[in-house]
Each structure stands twice: as C-alpha cells, then as structure tokens.
C-alpha cells in the first residue's frame, strides 16, 4: 500500500488564491524593491502585480492555456529585468518569472495538497510548507556567503566588489590571475605546504586516539563513560579561544609552542572529538557476537581487531578522519597562538590578508577551500550511506 495518498487538486476560490500569491509577490518586492531604493513601493507594486496575475491566470485562462501563460510570464519579467539591470536583471527577472508562473497555478488549483495525504487540517498543511521555506530560508542565508565569494575571484581588478564589467558578464571583467598568484606567490605556496605538512599528520594522530577511545568508552564495563566522553569532546564545545589560551600556557611550559608538533598536537586534540563521535556513532549498530565469535576461533584482540571490527567500522573513521582533516586545515585561532613565522598555515595567511594588505588572492585560496570542503563532505556522505547499509539501516 503506498504511503502517500494522491488527492485530486481543485481549483481553490479566489479569495484564498489571491491573498496567497499577493503575499509572495510583496515578499519578493520588498528585495527588488529595496535593490532600487524603495522597499514600501516594491512591497505594494509586488503584492498588486502577482495578484493581478493571479487573477488573469486563474479566472480567464485557466488551465488550458497554462503552458503559454508560464512562458509569457517568463518572457515579459525577463524583459523587466533588462530594462532594470541589464542581462543580470534579465537572468534574475526570467527566474522570478518562471517561479511565480508555476506558483500561481499550483496555489490556484490546489496543488500543494496533491501528495500530502488528505486529512491533514490546513494548519497543519500550512505548516508542514512553513516548515519548509524556514529551512530553505536558513539553506540560502548560509549558502549565499560562499555563492558571492566564488564568482568575485575571477574579478579581473584588485577588488572584493562586484565590477560593472562583471555584471555585464564582460570577459574582460573576468580573470584567473588571482589563481595564478595563489599558485606562484611564495607566501602562499609556504602557507599550502604547512597546511598539508600539519593536516595529515594531526588528522592520524586524531583517529588513532579517537578511535581507539570510541571502542574502550563502547564497553559496558567501562567506568565513568559518560565523564570520560564528556572530557574528551569538550574541545568542540569550549570556545576555541579558552582552549587556544589554555594550550599555549601549557605547551609553553614544556617547550613546544612555536614547534611543528605543538601545532600538530594542538590541532590533533581539536579533531579527536570529531572521530570519537562519528566512530561512536557506527558502533552503535556493531553486533558484539563477532568479536566473541572470533576469540572463540582463537584470533587475538590485535587480529579480531583489523580483521573483524576495523572493516565495519571503518566508514564512520574515514568520515571522523575527514570531519578531523578539515577542522586541522580551516583552524586559525589556535595556530595564532601556537604556531610560528615559519608554520604559517593557509587560514593565517588568509587572516594576514585581509587584516593587512587585503588581498584578492584570499577569494582564490577560499574557493579552492570551499571546493576541496565539498568533495570531502560528499565522501563523508557517501560513507555515512555505506555506513547504514552495511549495519542493514538502509537498503542496498
């Protein structure tokens, strides 16, 4: 039997239609509004504008001529946004066409309660699309930080603002030679090759003790697990300057701030927690019975280790070893602290280069980063799903 019940759309009355899509249209107006100096005008002109399209589309073409009403809405708010801005206008413009063209009639014609099973109250189905445009709304207010940054390091001038031949989509407002200097400048260079000297290291280190800790605290006869795994994973829940302070005075006292190990060490015990948990985290669904099967065959603690336990787990210690590896290689806070002239990692010299020469070579290096970060989380999420198969969470 399905688990979602089809119910046949309607079309919903105009008092319910048009209100709907007047409030879309003045949340939309109030940021075109405010792009052009006006936010009450682009409040009003957008909640007057969608509800006459609303209208239009609804009562006298209906359904039958939706196809050519969606692309005639496309086409006339493409044309809008020309006149406004150009060809960015005309991108965003044609967007918000195709948007609200499909947004009318999905509003008028009850379709958002086509795959939602019938009995829900309309509270309840309105928050059930509340509940939805709140996440898409978190999605985007943390996304579009990293969605600016990338285009500004093509920026063919000295600049961290958007260039009027960029917006024209000129070639000539666009460049590498950001990257180019990213790849060449030797200070840059020595700051990548610390980054990857200290990472890898700190990330071993990481998920040797982490992991090692997640099987001991996994024991049912361990005493105080719960103080025990609180200890260990306060780094991530301290604010980092207190744990920064805290190492320097301490390694300070045994001679190794200022040394590649103190960074190391320093950046191992940031990522350990990340491997505790995500280790943890997959023993959870580990069946006990094949540890004692294997001793019972006689394989030792060290051989039921590598042999039995480590190949099931070993998804979740890949990903603590990424969530460990990216933590070592975005840390700044602490490295200020710790490290030297000499260890300056890849986020220092980015933190040099806005706080003193504010140079557009950091849009480059924080591209790179955000493209490296997506590769690395889409194999911690590819893990994660061979993970759960592996355990039987998920089918194959």
């Known amino acids: 039997m399905n688990d ?12 319910f239609t048009l209100p709907v899509v007047a409030a879309a249209g003045a949340f939309a107006g109030i940021f075109i509004g405010a792009a052009n100096g006006s936010v009450l005008l682009g409040l009003v002109a957008g909640a007057i ?22 692309w005639g809405l496309v086409a006339v708010f493409a044309i809008a946004g020309f006149l ?22 999905w509003i008028g ?47 063919a001038q000295d600049f961290f603002t958007f260039t009027p031949e960029m917006l024209r989509f000129d070639p000539a407002g666009y460049s590498l030679k950001h990257y180019r200097d990213f ?22 280190i990481s998920v040797s003790l982490g992991t090692l800790a997640a099987i001991g605290l996994s024991q049912s006869h361990v005493p105080g697990k719960r103080t025990i795994m609180a200890i260990l994973i306060s780094p991530m829940i301290v604010p980092l300057i207190i744990s920064a302070t805290g190492m320097y005075f301490f390694y300070s006292k045994i001679g190794i701030v200022g040394t590649y190990w103190g960074v190391v060490l320093a950046h191992a015990v940031l990522g350990i927690p990340f491997v505790i948990i995500t280790v943890t985290a997959t023993l959870v669904g580990f069946d006990r019975s094949l540890t004692r099967a294997a001793a019972n065959m006689g394989a030792n603690p060290v051989t039921t280790f590598f042999r039995v336990q480590m190949p099931l787990i070993l998804p979740g210690v890949i990903s603590g070893g990424l969530f460990a590896f990216i933590t070592s290689f ?67």
């Open 84 to 105: 406004l801005g150009g060809i960015p206008g005309a991108v965003i413009g044609a967007l918000f066409g195709w948007f609200f063209g499909w947004f009318v009639y």
């Open 330 to 396: 975005d840390e700044v806070v602490v490295v200020l602290f710790i490290g030297s002239a000499e260890l300056q990692t890849l986020p220092w010299q980015m933190f040099t280069g806005l706080r003193e020469q504010i140079s557009p070579t950091i849009l480059a290096a924080a591209t790179i980063l955000v493209g490296i970060s997506i590769l690395l989380l889409a194999s911690v999420e590819m893990l994660r799903r061979r993970s759960e198969r592996l355990r039987g969470m998920s089918p194959g």
């Open 4 to 15: 979602v019940i089809l119910t046949p759309a309607g079309k919903k009355p105009l008092s």
């Open 49 to 70: 504008l969608l509800a006459i399209i609303g209208l239009v589309f609804v009562s006298v073409l209906g359904k039958g001529a939706e196809r050519a009403a969606r």
């Open 183 to 204: 790849l060449t400048n030797p200070e840059w260079t020595r700051a990548v090759k610390n980054s990857l000297l200290i990472a890898p290291v700190a990330t071993l």
């Open 109 to 155: 014609y009850g379709r958002y309660r086509v795959r939602l099973v019938p009995y829900l109250t309309p509270g309840q189905v309105l928050w059930h699309y509340t509940f939805r445009v709140i996440c898409g709304a978190i999605f985007v207010f943390l996304i579009t930080p990293i969605l600016v940054v990338m285009p500004l390091s093509f920026n």
